[in-house]
């Protein structure tokens, strides 16, 4: 997979958040976006997912163009911001709903997905009743239980507790070594320096700086 951005540019009125961005991803990487609260992080990745258009300037996945007849990325899975699920159904059953949309995996891939976030053994309680850490937890098995080639994270390791941020972050340098895309924006710095291989920095809409970060032992 290779994602391309040209000239991207995205406005809100007068307001211009991302401006004329230029930068491409391929697979087998992870990259990680940093920057402060504002710097446009967080809708370039929303952006990159089809949730909104650009005002000028294009996004290709494998010189697939997103626009209006193709407005979602091919095998991409996304966690931005806040998770939310249905509040009165099970962590189990949240997925389950989720999976039947593409009935591509069955039961055992969910369960696997859940056990690698550290949250199976909470599969039967109301997603009500999660709190902060198990929410964000599901929202991590939401992402790479259908196994996608493009994984999308903002923050993804926000509350959540040292043992699971760990082995989750073992499990994303696997997964690049099976040639996934993986893109992560985080304020935490072990997320960057330990999984990232090139590093982008936002700053008022622009990226500023990149970083390619030289090969060493792991």
Not at 194 to 214: I, P, Q, R
Request: proline content about 3%; aromatic content about 8%; glycine content about 6%.
């Amino acid at each position: 997979m290779k994602i391309v951005i040209k000239n991207l540019t995205k406005k809100f009125k007068e307001n211009t958040v991302i401006d004329d961005v230029n930068i491409s991803f391929e697979s087998g990487k992870i990259y990680g976006l940093i920057g402060k609260n504002g710097s446009g992080k967080s809708l370039f990745l929303k952006l990159l997912c089809g949730f909104y258009f650009p005002t000028s300037g294009t996004i290709s996945y494998n010189n697939i163009i997103l626009d209006s007849r193709k407005s979602y990325p091919p095998s991409t899975r996304a966690l931005i911001e806040h998770p939310d699920f249905i509040p009165n159904l099970t962590g189990f059953q949240n997925l389950k709903l989720l999976a039947e949309i593409e009935n591509k995996i069955d039961d055992t891939k969910i369960l696997n997905a859940m056990e690698i976030v550290n949250i199976k053994e909470e599969k039967d309680k109301k997603y009500a009743k999660y709190s902060l850490g198990m929410k964000q937890k599901l929202g991590l098995a939401q992402v790479i239980m259908e196994d996608p080639e493009v994984m999308i994270f903002d923050e993804p390791l926000n509350g959540i507790d040292d043992e699971t941020a760990k082995k989750f972050r073992d499990f994303l340098r696997k997964e690049k070594q099976k040639e996934k895309l993986i893109i992560i924006a985080s304020h935490i710095k072990e997320d960057i320096n330990y999984l990232c291989d090139t590093v982008y920095k936002f700053e008022n809409g622009k990226v500023k700086s990149d970083e390619t970060k030289s090969k060493r032992k792991r």
